[in-house]
């Protein structure tokens, strides 16, 4: 990998910026001062410096957001507010984005990264990965929607969903419950809802396979994976 490669992806600036930055002389491999933007150094053997302090390489970041009310899941838009832009700039610089969609107004578990192939293969149908919710439901729920959701419901653009392992947690006029399912359509859970004559007021996403959203988290806040976490979903996909 080329040195200005290497330092702009690590946030030391443009490629102009970085250019300028190895010309000053502060730039050292392997304790060698270096000035050329085009030298090549391996990241994984190389020691680089900048003003003498170690630049530790990152390629990819993985980040678990409990995902706010009121932010869209999307790396940019022209009205509302993104959750890429509540993170701080040395996450930014990784160019990361989200993998999937939560609503709007759906809260919880939202996984950010700038590694392609993982969020394609978390996200595609054919790898079945569940993901369950949390949802407060406006109407009784009862068993007998636990055996459509088992089977699949037919959604209003006559669509039939993969089944959905619904459980009951409170029953009555307003329900509590959880729904783990293994897709990712359009407002699907509430739409599984409205497809047997009820209606979601409040839905959180709470894990993704086996792994769960951290309580530790407020709305709005993140961290990164664990190399444990980002190793089984890894896993979890088959990579």
Request: aromatic residues 6%; glycine residues 8%; proline residues 3%.
């Amino acid at each position: 990998m080329r040195i200005d490669k290497l330092l702009s992806h690590m946030g030391y600036g443009t490629r102009k910026e970085v250019k300028a930055l190895l010309k000053s002389g502060n730039v050292r491999v392997n304790e060698s001062s270096v000035n050329s933007p085009k030298i090549h150094v391996d990241p994984e053997r190389d020691q680089v410096t900048v003003y003498g302090e170690m630049v530790e390489y990152r390629e990819f970041i993985y980040l678990m957001m409990n995902k706010p009310d009121g932010l869209v899941s999307a790396t940019e838009d022209a009205v509302e507010e993104t959750v890429i832009e509540i993170l701080q700039p040395e996450d930014l610089i990784f160019e990361p984005f989200p993998v999937g969609r939560l609503d709007k107004d759906t809260e919880g578990l939202l996984l950010i990264t700038n590694d392609g192939q993982l969020a394609h293969r978390l996200t595609s149908p054919k790898k079945d990965v569940g993901k369950t919710y949390f949802a407060v439901i406006d109407g009784e729920v009862t068993d007998a929607d636990i055996e459509k959701f088992n089977k699949g419901v037919t959604l209003d653009d006559g669509y039939v969903t993969k089944s959905g392992q619904l459980q009951i947690l409170v029953t009555g006029a307003v329900s509590e419950i959880e729904l783990t399912i293994t897709e990712g359509k359009y407002h699907q859970v509430k739409r599984m809802f409205e497809a047997v004559g009820k209606r979601v007021t409040y839905l959180k996403r709470i894990s993704m396979g086996t792994l769960k959203l951290d309580e530790d988290l407020a709305p709005g806040e993140y961290r990164e994976l664990s190399d444990e976490e980002v190793a089984y979903l890894k896993e979890l996909t088959n990579m």
